[in-house]
């Protein structure tokens, strides 16, 4: 399968730890990688590999995997981290498809 | 540091054919996978293709039939063209560049294969389909 599937919308109060999920079947062969993107912006990479933060990405990012499930967890959200979140990996069924989730709009309350 | 110029027509008719082009400054050309993707109105990333530095190409099968990218590597460009325009082809198109992980950072224990992320992308091009 070459889908990706995420919860269109979660909230967190500010301060506080929230996880945003992506699951499909390319996940139990790739790693997730995670994009975050605000309004009138292009995408941004928070996290890719296993756990894997780029240059200037704080370290309040985090990822994991288990099963067909990736996770972005975000330790103390910030009011700037209301955005937009994306997931995506290459699909595993050998068909060389790159393959984005449908996204998690991301409000911190 | 590495960064994608993206330029275009903005605006179409329906039937013509979308053009755009993703110039690669600071940074090697080779070794990467070039991609388009797109972003209609109020909704998720679509990716629409890839090319890499030789010239191979990966398409998304939904577009595929209307799909060419294509690569100049003695400008370090990449362009998308897009034919038969429909007012559903109307989005906001970003160029990135793909890869895999590599190096001290990358762990994929066995049966993980190498993880594969879209580092750097260009601000994006609007383009409108109306008649």
Redesign the interface.
């Known amino acids: 399968s070459s889908e990706l599937t995420q919860d269109p919308a979660v909230s967190v109060a500010l301060g506080q730890t929230v996880r945003i999920t992506c699951q499909g079947d390319s996940l139990r062969s790739y790693y997730a990688s995670w994009y975050q993107q605000k309004p009138g912006q292009a995408p941004v990479l928070v996290i890719y590999g296993k756990n894997n933060r780029p240059s200037g990405i704080p370290d309040r990012f985090s990822g994991s995997s288990s099963g067909n499930t990736a996770s972005l967890t975000i330790t103390g959200a910030q009011a700037e981290d209301e955005a937009d979140y994306y997931c995506n990996s290459r699909d595993s069924s050998g068909n060389h498809y790159v393959v984005f989730g449908g996204g998690t709009k991301l409000t911190v309350l | 540091q590495v960064q994608l110029q993206q330029w275009g027509a903005g605006l179409l008719k329906p039937s013509e054919t979308l053009s755009l082009t993703c110039a690669v400054y600071g940074g090697s050309f080779s070794g990467y996978y070039w ?1 388009w ?1 797109r972003q209609p109105p109020g909704k ?4 629409i293709g ?1 090319i890499n530095h030789s010239g191979s190409t ?1 398409y ?2 939904s577009l595929k039939s209307r799909v060419t990218i294509s690569v100049d590597t003695s400008k370090n460009q990449f362009s998308l063209k897009l034919s038969s325009v429909t007012a559903a082809d109307t989005a906001v198109y ?1 160029c990135a560049r ?1 890869r895999y ?1 590599s190096g001290g ?4 224990p066995g ?3 190498s ?5 750097v ?4 091009t609007t383009v409108t389909v109306s008649s």
């Not at chain 2, 992308?121 to 994006?124: A, P, R, S, V, Y």
Request: with cysteine; glycine share 18%; hydrophobic share 25%.
């Open positions: 991609s993707i998720g990333l679509e990716w890839e990966n998304n099968p970003y793909g992980c950072s990358c762990y994929f049966g993980w294969r993880p594969y992320y879209m580092d992308w260009g601000k994006g």
